[in-house]
Structure formats: structure tokens, C-alpha cells
């Protein structure tokens, strides 16, 4: 096993830092316009952001 690299799990950079303002911004369920509205994207960035994370297995909650 020494010398593979290990394949990096989870979301970096700006993915990780638009969940955790969603994160911190709701306290449960909110809508597409809600989330577009607090990460400060157009409807049509946050549908497909949303999308990305869900599929991902990512929460805010």
C-alpha cells in the first residue's frame, strides 16, 4: 500500500463553503429562493448547486 495515493472524500473549497453558510443561515427546510437569496447566486446557480449536493449526500441539516 505505500506510495497510492489516497482518493480525497467530501467537498472542498467553495462547494464546502456555500453548505456551511446554508448550514448556518437555516434552521430547517428552506426553498430555492431562500438558498439562492443567502449564498448571493442566481436561481439557476443555486437549482444546480442544490442538486450537486443532494446528490452527493450532503445535509444542512
Given at each position: 500500500?505505500?506510495?497510492?495515493?489516497?482518493?480525497?472524500?467530501?467537498?472542498?473549497?467553495p462547494n464546502r463553503a456555500l453548505l456551511t453558510r446554508l448550514?448556518?443561515?437555516f434552521q430547517g427546510p428552506f426553498d430555492l429562493g431562500?438558498?439562492?437569496e443567502a449564498l448571493g447566486l442566481?436561481?439557476?446557480r443555486a437549482r444546480r448547486?442544490?442538486?450537486y449536493l443532494a446528490a452527493r449526500g450532503?445535509?444542512?441539516g
Amino acid at each position: 500500500m505505500r506510495g497510492k495515493a489516497i482518493p480525497k472524500l467530501g467537498l472542498e473549497g467553495p462547494n464546502r463553503a456555500l453548505l456551511t453558510r446554508l448550514h448556518r443561515t437555516f434552521q430547517g427546510p428552506f426553498d430555492l429562493g431562500e438558498a439562492a437569496e443567502a449564498l448571493g447566486l442566481p436561481r439557476s446557480r443555486a437549482r444546480r448547486l442544490l442538486s450537486y449536493l443532494a446528490a452527493r449526500g450532503c445535509s444542512s441539516g
